[in-house]
């Protein structure tokens, strides 16, 4: 069973509209949790990184938030563009031992902003 | 301007071919990472490396081979023994094997004809 588990696994938003993607995760110990956006067929681009003391972050119209004790993360997006189209991918780092981790991947939520 | 380059963009590979994909990075990170994408699924480890002349499997290594002949590049080879090749696969480096952060190349596009 993945460790990362994101919701929904796609969503169609009208420009101009806010919308929220959900990760929930198992990966203990945990170091840190990072949003990323693909874009069809281009690497992932880091958009957040959280670590298990911080509870919100953003990034322009991009803000990440964090509940460590729920093992719960959120991705809001406000006011879409059609730029926003692409997968948003939740990555936690887990800690294997002293200098050792391991990134967990979600299989990511599909975007599609319309006009 | 640094970077993770991958090339090429996209791969066609006949049944029982070898083929190699290339990653070069300029950003004097230590540590460097091949994955494999397939759609619905999160990426997935096939190899990593933490130093120069080292590297170990990451969890789909069957069917993989690398080298890390150069702290600034790490190709990867998918012989005839990978049965379902067909992907899309990234390259990632970081700044040094303890560090988390990774970033990562445009991606190369394997399909097999």
């Known amino acids: 069973k993945n460790q990362v588990e994101q919701s929904p696994q796609s969503l169609i938003i009208l420009e101009g509209k806010n919308c929220t993607l959900q990760?929930?995760?198992?990966?203990?110990?945990?170091?840190?949790l990072r949003w990323y956006k693909q874009d069809t067929g281009r690497g992932p681009v880091s958009l957040t990184i959280m670590t298990f003391s911080e509870n919100t972050k953003s990034n322009g119209r991009y803000t990440a938030t964090l509940d460590a004790d729920t093992k719960q993360s959120s991705l809001h997006i406000t006011a879409s563009q059609l730029s926003d189209s692409a997968s948003y991918i939740c990555v936690v780092t887990g800690v294997l031992r002293s200098n050792d981790y391991k990134l967990s991947f979600g299989a990511g939520t599909t975007v599609t902003v319309r006009a | 301007d640094g970077g993770i380059t991958q090339s090429p963009k996209y791969l066609f590979r006949k049944e029982g071919q070898n083929v190699t994909l290339s990653c070069e990075q300029n950003?004097?990170?230590?540590?460097m990472y091949w994955y494999r994408q397939d759609p619905g699924q999160g990426l997935r480890l096939i190899y990593y490396?933490?130093?120069?002349?080292?590297?170990q499997k990451g969890d789909i290594a069957e069917g993989y081979s690398v080298s890390r002949e150069k702290k600034e590049s790490f190709p990867l080879t998918v012989t005839s023994a990978q049965k379902n090749p067909t992907a899309f696969y990234l390259c990632a480096s970081s700044t040094r094997p303890s560090a988390p952060e990774a970033f990562f190349g445009q991606g190369t596009r394997l399909t097999v004809v």
């Open positions: 990760c929930n995760y198992t990966v203990s110990p945990f170091s840190n």
């Open positions: 490396s933490q130093i120069v002349n080292d590297f």
């Open positions: 950003l004097n990170h230590d540590a």
